[in-house]
Structure formats: C-alpha cells, structure tokens
C-alpha cells in the first residue's frame, strides 16, 4: 500500500486525492506521491527561486560567506527599518505572515511560536533571526557538502547501473 503524502502545493493536493480514488475503478495502479519540502525563496512565499537570480536562493554550492551575505541582504524579515523602530513595533507579521522569515523559516530553524511573538512584539530583532538562520543553513549545507565529497565514482556507477526492477504489480 502506498501512502499518500502531505503536497507542498496545496492547490495540486484534492486532484492526486481525486486521482488515486478514481485509478483503480478505471483498471489503473494508484499513482504514488512523494512529499518534498522546498526551502522559501529569499524573498518570502511571493517570491520565487530563479537560476537568473543568483541571490534569490541558498544553494547547496554556496559558501558560509556567500550564505550570510544572501540572508542579511536579501531575506525578507518583515522587520522595521531601524532597531528603535522594531523594539517599538515589533516585525510585521499581521500583514506578511507567510513572507517572514521567522515564519517561513521556522522549521527549518526550530523557531517556536513563542519565539515567533518575540520577534513579532520586538524583543527579538531581525539580526538575531538571520544569525540563527545563517547558522543552520551553514550546516545543514556543509553537511550535504561532506556526504557529496565521499560518493566515488564506483558509487555512482552502480546507482546508475541498468538493472532489473523487482515485478511491484504482481
């Protein structure tokens, strides 16, 4: 049995539902679904990830300088202009909810809710949201930067390999 999985695309989610219901009273295998979660473009949810604009994502191929610099220049925080501005009103998280980085972010950071209203009420700045940001996606990318430098050749070849898949229908 395969499991349907959560879509990152909600608006796409009802019609692979519609469509696995229907498959097998027309003779077909349910279509499987993968869940994959995609980090948000700098810019926020409005924003969008662009090859031609290099600094509109975080790339696996980034350096830990080039990953502070995107995120401190170009993150959408929805924090004020000046620190006296965001101690006394806090980050705009009313109106862009879904384009804050404490809120697009929070997984990926474990930032809590709480966490979340500090930032919101001013207590926590942007700068302190980025950083620990920063921190993170330094990781998380020099992880995947040690686990790609130890695939050998021989690795790949046999991933690549022509070989017999196992009969899943039968």
């Known amino acids: 049995m395969v499991k349907i999985a959560k879509c990152v695309t909600y608006n796409k989610d009802p019609y692979f539902r519609m469509t696995r219901d229907v498959a097998p009273r027309l003779g077909y295998h349910r279509p499987a679904l993968i869940e994959s ?3 948000p ?3 926020g949810e409005t924003g969008k990830m662009s090859a031609s604009d290099p600094n509109s994502a975080i790339y696996v191929t980034d350096s830990a300088k080039d990953i502070k610099n995107k995120i401190n ?3 959408f925080s929805g924090g004020q202009d000046s620190v006296e501005n965001h101690r006394k009103f806090g980050a705009n998280l ?3 909810p879904l384009n804050t980085l404490a809120f697009s972010w929070r997984t990926i950071m474990n930032l809590s809710t709480s966490e979340q209203k500090e930032y919101g009420s ?3 700045l942007t700068g302190e ?4 940001l920063t921190e993170v996606l330094t990781e998380l990318v020099e992880r ?3 686990a790609r430098a130890a ?5 790949v070849d046999a991933f690549m390999a022509v070989r017999p898949l196992p009969n899943m229908f039968n």
Do not use: P
Not at 129 to 132: G, N, S
């Open 41 to 43: 473009a700098l810019q």
């Open 37 to 39: 979660s995609f980090f």
């Open 94 to 96: 009313e109106i862009y």
């Open 129 to 132: 949201v980025k950083k620990r």
């Open 122 to 124: 001013g207590r926590m």
């Open 144 to 146: 995947h930067r040690r």
């Open 73 to 75: 220049r170009y993150a």
């Open 151 to 155: 695939v050998t050749n021989d690795m």
